[in-house]
Structure formats: C-alpha cells, structure tokens
C-alpha cells in the first residue's frame, strides 16, 4: 500500500513567524477542513467497496476540530480495484479570548463600516505624524496623503501600539461544489465556518519598539500606507473637538496567485492574507486535489483618528475583506478581519 498523506499536521504546517498575522492558523485550519470534505469525496468516489459508517462519521468529528491533521492511504487490492483509507487526527476546542476589550470600536458586520469614536485631542510628546498647522484635507489626494503621513508615523515615532482585538469572520456565502455539499453541510456548512473563524480571534496585546513594525499595518514593512487616490474609492475626513476623523475605502483588487505587500490597492495599507502564505500552507497532494489558491480583496475600509494639533494618530480600525479562491474545485471563501488598536505617544 502506498502512502498518500492529503493534508499533514496542519498546526505545524500553519505556524507563523511574529511578523506574520496570528491568525493565519485559524484560516489553514480551516481550509484544511474544507479540504477534508473534498478528500471525503474523493474516497467515497473511488471505493467499489462500501465505505464503512466510520469513514462517514469523519466529517461529524472534523466539525468539533480547530485544526488537525488528515491522512490518505491509497492503493489496490489483489484483483486491481482500488481503496483510499482517510484518517483524521483533530486537536480539541480553541476557547474565544475574553481579554477582548468590550468596549473597543469595531465595524458593524452587516455594513463593514469601521465605527470609531474619536477620543479627546492631546498633546503628546514627539513629532512623527501628519503636518500640523495646515488646513484640514477636503480632497481625496489631500485626505489620502494625510492618512499616509498619519498612519506611516506610527511606525517611527509611536510610543506603543495597544492592540483592543483582531475579529475573524464571514464576509459572504461561500461557493461550494455540489458534490462535496452534502458533507460541508455536515460540518455546519457556512455558520460553522464564521463561528470557526470568530471563536479565533485575538485579544488585547501591546506592541512597542521593532513589534510595531512587525504587527501594526503594513505587518512587516517600514511603511503603514502607500496608497494614492487611484487606490481609493471614497475618502472623507471630518473634525470634531480637535479630533479628525478620517475614513478610507479602497479600490477592490481582482484575483491573484502572486500579490505582495505594496501590489494592488488593499495590500499598500492592511495586513493582508497573501496567497503565497495559503499555499506555502497547503501540501503538494492537496494542491493537485483543490489547485492553487488565489486572493482577491474587495473593498475594505480603514478608519483613523488623529489628534489635529500633533498630527498624531489616536486610533486605528481596519476593516479588511479577503476572499480564497480554489478555481480547479470552484471553492470560494469570502472571509473579513477586523483590526482595532489604540496608539500611544
């Protein structure tokens, strides 16, 4: 018999360096189930035996997992028919993170506009940020070139990054394949993929020194923004006790297998789920089941405020949409993530 291991320890394949996001592993997890369930159909169709009701029940105990690993045996029997044996091995429940703050601004899931209350103006020490003095921005290059002076002092001159929480979820209906249907919905279909997704979250965590750079938007990169007005879709900028408020959309990026940091619209300004970490992700016989993964970005939003006497920013809520799409199987994941954090100077 021999071996053919689909999907392999999917915690271990899923691990992430610090400059990455924290929630890549939730996601591989995910699509490591989804890819079960295509693995599941795959051995239904090929056995001429009947599959055992142990076989079946995989899928029911795949719904209960966070992540895991599934293994394929295949081979022929002595009279040339062929078997595929599927295991799965499935790590217990990841408990929600209750430091979550309750009070923290988050976007309203419906609409996905970022909801950010602009805190008294302050004068803190330092001078990284927006230039001070100058009119408020009303165009959108204006606006546009205000936020990327804001948002890119962060990086240099912020104090601590205070980070409220990062809330994964469902941003559409999914599309999948008739033939594997039956099953996704046995593992509680799209309500089970965004409880999945919620329940991994993050919670309160500061970042200071090279961490900034690390974690805050752009994850990784000297830059916070590099977007122009051809990347934008609407900006608005409004002032309220010394506070402006500024609110960007972005231009919705179309498929790719290949996008990097600084490419497209959405990846100039968010911590964006790249394609090469999907697939990096994703065994070799997986790949040849589902295909390779694509990324297209609709739009997203990104809400700052900024103290208008030092330029400096006060708050800073993402609100990114990200859809995987496995085109050989005609899967299609539309998956959203919001980022709040509290900057201090």
């Not at 142990?54 to 105990?61: G, H, L, M, P, V």
Request: hydrophobic share 35%.
């Amino acid at each position: 018999m021999e071996e053919n291991k689909v999907v392999e320890n999917v915690e271990s394949a899923s691990a992430e360096s610090n400059s990455k996001s924290d929630f890549i592993a939730t996601i591989i997890k995910c699509v490591a189930a989804i890819l079960c369930v295509a693995v599941l159909m795959v051995t239904l169709s090929q056995c001429v035996t009947k599959v055992s009701e142990n076989n079946i029940k995989i899928a029911e105990f795949a719904a209960s997992s966070n992540g895991g690993s599934v293994s394929v045996d295949s081979g022929s029997y002595d009279d040339g028919s062929s078997y595929v044996d599927s295991d799965v091995a499935v790590d217990g429940d990841v408990p929600a993170d209750d430091s979550v703050s309750t009070d923290a601004p988050v976007a309203d899931d419906s609409t996905g506009d970022a909801s950010t209350d602009a805190p008294a103006a302050s004068t803190p020490a330092g001078n990284a940020g927006a230039s001070t003095g100058s009119k408020k921005p009303s165009t959108k290059a204006e606006i546009v070139d205000y936020f990327n002076k804001a948002v890119n002092g962060v990086k240099t001159g912020a104090k601590a990054v205070e980070q409220k929480g990062v809330t994964n979820y469902l941003a559409g209906t999914t599309t999948i394949p008739s033939g594997i249907q039956g099953i996704y919905k046995m593992l509680g279909g799209d309500d089970w993929l965004d409880e999945t997704l919620k329940k991994n979250g993050h919670g309160a965590e500061t970042h200071t020194g090279d961490a900034i750079k690390a974690r805050f938007p752009v994850e990784g990169e000297a830059y916070a923004s590099k977007l122009t007005a051809n990347d934008v879709t609407n900006a608005t900028c409004t002032e309220s006790n010394g506070v402006y408020t500024i609110k960007i959309t972005t231009v919705a990026d179309g498929k790719s297998d290949s996008v990097k940091h600084g490419e497209g619209h959405a990846p100039k300004a968010f911590n964006v789920i790249l394609p090469g970490t999907i697939n990096d992700n994703i065994p070799g016989p997986a790949v040849s089941l589902v295909g390779k993964a694509s990324m297209n970005y609709p739009s997203s939003t990104a809400t700052i405020t900024v103290d208008v006497a030092t330029g400096h920013v006060l708050t800073a809520d993402y609100d990114l949409k990200w859809t995987i799409n496995f085109d050989k199987m005609g899967i299609v994941l539309p998956f959203g993530t919001k980022s709040v954090y509290t900057i201090k100077w």
